[in-house]
C-alpha cells in the first residue's frame, strides 16, 4: 500500500479542482506565489491550497492545509452576497471531498479530515477584487515511522 503524502494529497486535489463542474483553476503553493491578479476570467473560480504545517507523531502525520475558493467581484457589489453563497457551495465541496475521499482519489482509506472546519469570508483587492472562503484544514493519516525506509 502506497503511503499518503503531501505529493499525493495535492495530486488529488487537481482531479478534484479538474473534475469538479465549477472549478476553473487549481493552484498549490504560497499565496503570495501566486499573481492571481493575471488569472483571466475564465480561470475562475479557483482553488488555491497551501501547506501550512505538518505534525508528526508515533504512528500518524497531520497536515495542516490553507484552501482558497474564491472569483473575480463581480461589477454590481449587490451581487457580492449572491457571489459569496456560491463560493461557499464550492468550498463545502472541497470539504465533502477530503471527508469523503476515497482510495480511488489518491488518499488512503485511514485518511481523517479534523472537523469543524472554520471558514472566513473575503473580499482581496488586488489589480481586481476576489472574493470567496478561505478555511483551514487538518487531515490526518496513518504514517510509517520505520528507520528501515530511510535511504542510505
Known amino acids: 500500500m502506497t503511503e499518503t503524502n503531501?505529493?499525493?494529497?495535492?495530486?488529488?486535489?487537481?482531479?478534484?479542482a479538474t473534475s469538479h463542474k465549477q472549478i476553473n483553476a487549481y493552484q498549490f503553493?504560497?499565496?503570495?506565489?501566486?499573481?492571481?491578479?493575471?488569472?483571466?476570467?475564465?480561470?475562475?473560480?479557483?482553488?488555491h491550497v497551501t501547506c501550512m504545517g505538518v505534525s508528526l507523531d508515533e504512528g500518524s502525520v497531520a497536515l495542516d492545509f490553507d484552501i482558497l475558493v474564491g472569483t473575480?467581484?463581480?461589477p454590481d457589489l449587490d451581487s457580492r452576497a449572491n457571489v459569496l453563497s456560491n463560493m461557499l457551495?464550492?468550498?463545502?465541496?472541497v470539504i465533502a471531498f477530503l471527508k469523503h475521499h476515497d482510495s480511488e482519489?489518491?488518499?488512503?482509506?485511514?485518511?481523517t479530515l479534523s472537523l469543524p472546519v472554520d471558514?472566513?469570508?473575503?473580499v482581496v483587492k488586488l489589480d481586481s477584487?476576489?472574493?470567496?472562503?478561505?478555511?483551514?484544514?487538518?487531515l490526518t493519516f496513518d504514517?510509517?515511522?520505520?528507520l528501515c525506509l530511510v535511504p542510505d
Open 6 to 16: 503531501l505529493f499525493t494529497i495535492a495530486k488529488a486535489l487537481e482531479t478534484f
Open 29 to 47: 503553493g504560497p499565496m503570495d506565489e501566486a499573481d492571481i491578479a493575471k488569472l483571466s476570467a475564465n480561470k475562475h473560480p479557483l482553488l
Open 72 to 74: 473575480m467581484q463581480p
Open 89 to 93: 457551495y464550492i468550498f463545502k465541496d
Open 105 to 111: 482519489s489518491n488518499f488512503v482509506s485511514r485518511g
Open 119 to 122: 471558514a472566513d469570508s473575503f
Open 129 to 138: 477584487m476576489l472574493v470567496g472562503w478561505q478555511g483551514q484544514v487538518t
Open 143 to 146: 504514517s510509517l515511522n520505520n
